[in-house]
């Protein structure tokens, strides 16, 4: 694939900027008109990637089964210094594929420049029906709001889907915290409808805005199948691979924590929890930790270098190309999450779809991301005796695989009920997926 210029819109439709093999299909039943809706949708792209990236992706392949489709990408999100994961950008992470009838711009800069006036210019070119804004950081308000004022001039219906209020990295900066808390405001104000993934997120989001003239609406994650094997991969990471495979398997339990390292995740819980294990108790299992560090979370780095199981401890300490993802979850036994807080979680949802065992906190979104999933295993946070007992319980569980109960048939039914599609489309109707 040849990849144009700075800021116009791709010639082609992967995710990642490599040519996509096949386009991504979605089993979505969800039928608006005979000709579908126009519908824009907003989101990080790849240079900067993140969980939202996918989800943008996955969410904007669900949508165009019966949709048009086009996709606005923020591009440069911040002064590169100024990113937990600086020394990565740029580099090709995913593998996942935009479809070929989705119109991909590749993207809006902070700073804007040519990039915002030529997004607008592909807004008015063809004008969308309904705007999704995906909010999951401050740093795109003050574009969004521009793209929220152009959008309701060019008739559209604004619906913003929150991921989670605030980043909790932002959240610790008072200055970044207040523009947050009032640019949200703002652009709630501004839109017809809004998306959160759970019941908590829609109180915790009334408790703090006027939700009166806004049809709100709670659904969980769509699920993250994109790490599933079949597909051929494009990246160069057999280290990173062979790493993520050193547990002797099935010679013990690998248990798996998968995602960036951060302090509300909890990672020093699960460490303090396996490094106090006895010689006997801890013969028959392995930890692998998998993710980049963020918000100089150095401590989790400091349990593993002097636990007195270290030889039994995998740590990969990237963001990893989606072959090491891959890797990491076909060679786990169990998936351990002990989150401090949450929204929701995307390597929850790429263990559900692998069917593994999961051991999570009752936390924020989490029992409702999970609700009716077999493999789940809820314990207290923060509280390790019960994750101790907890990793005995998911013990007695390896080797069975459990159905992922999630669908991006409810992420668009949920998305287009907050736009009023039943108002703009009286024949609008949602068929079985």
Known sequence: MSRGRRGEVAATHSCSGEAASEPTKSPVGVQAASSGSAICLVGPGWHFTSGISYYTCQLANALADHNKVSVIQMRQLLPRFLYPGSKRVGQPRARDG??????????????????????????????????????????VLHSYLVLAVIGRFLGARIVLEVHELQDTGEARSSIVRRYGRWGLGLLLRLSRGCVVHSTADREALKAEYDLRNLRVTAVPHGPFDQYRPGIEGRFIGEHAVAAVKKAPRPDVINLLFFGTIRPYKGLEDLLRVFNGLGEKEVSNL????????????????????????RDRITF????????????????????????????????????????????????????????????????PPGDRQALKAAISQA????????????????TVEALLSAADAHAMYPDFQVSSP
């Open 98 to 139: 935009y479809r070929s009838d989705v119109q991909v711009y590749a993207g809006i800069n902070w700073w804007w420049g040519r990039s915002l006036f030529r997004a607008l210019s592909l807004m008015r070119s063809s004008p969308p029906e309904i705007l999704v804004l995906q909010w999951w950081t401050a740093t």
């Open 286 to 309: 392995w930890l692998t930790v998998v993710g980049e560090t963020w918000e100089k979370c150095t401590e989790p780095g400091h349990l593993i270098a002097t636990s007195p199981h």
């Open 316 to 379: 990969v300490n990237d963001y990893v190309p989606d072959e090491v993802v891959s890797a990491a979850f076909a060679h786990a036994d169990v998936v351990v999450l002990p989150y401090r807080r949450s929204s929701s979680s995307g390597p929850l949802h790429v263990a559900m779809n692998w069917g593994l065992p999961v051991i999570m906190t009752r936390v924020g979104g989490l029992p409702e991301a999970a609700k009716g999933y077999g493999g789940a295993i809820f314990v």
């Open 395 to 410: 013990a007695q569980l390896v080797g069975r695989r459990f159905a992922d109960p999630r669908s991006w048939n409810d």
